[in-house]
């Protein structure tokens, strides 16, 4: 099983970008998907997560709307689009996916496979 993320990149505070994450080697349309990124010198931390069959999406708190997590089961591909961003949201963001509906998605211990992370910078 691997994952691949791509899409990272530099922008400008404000401006927008769109995340890809290409799953391979076995589906996730009944599991748990969702995006974690991590900035220098901090700890990981949850993005969103998208779950089960009816794809319930899930947030951190500092998204606030900003950010929308969508899983597509056919190309077997999730995708978080990034707008509003902010100097502080740059770190490198990385995918992750299991076979089980977790109840604690924003638990990075949770996840079965990880992807490379792709490396969002924003600039003030």
């Known amino acids: 099983v691997q994952l691949q993320a791509s899409g990272g990149g530099l922008v400008q505070a404000g401006g927008s970008l769109r995340l890809a994450c290409a799953a391979s080697g076995r589906t996730f349309s009944t599991g748990t998907m969702g995006w974690f990124r991590q900035a220098p010198g901090k700890e990981r931390e949850f993005v969103a997560a998208v779950r089960g069959t009816g794809g319930t999406q899930s947030y951190a708190d500092f998204v606030q709307g900003r950010f929308a997590i969508s899983r597509d089961n056919a190309k077997n591909t999730l995708d978080l689009q990034l707008n509003n961003l902010r100097p502080e949201d740059s770190a490198v963001y990385s995918c992750?996916?299991?076979?089980?509906?977790?109840?604690?998605?924003?638990?990075?211990?949770?996840?079965?496979?990880w992807g490379r992370g792709t490396l969002v910078t924003v600039s003030s």
């Open positions: 992750a996916a299991t076979g089980a509906y977790l109840a604690n998605y924003k638990g990075a211990i949770g996840y079965d496979y």
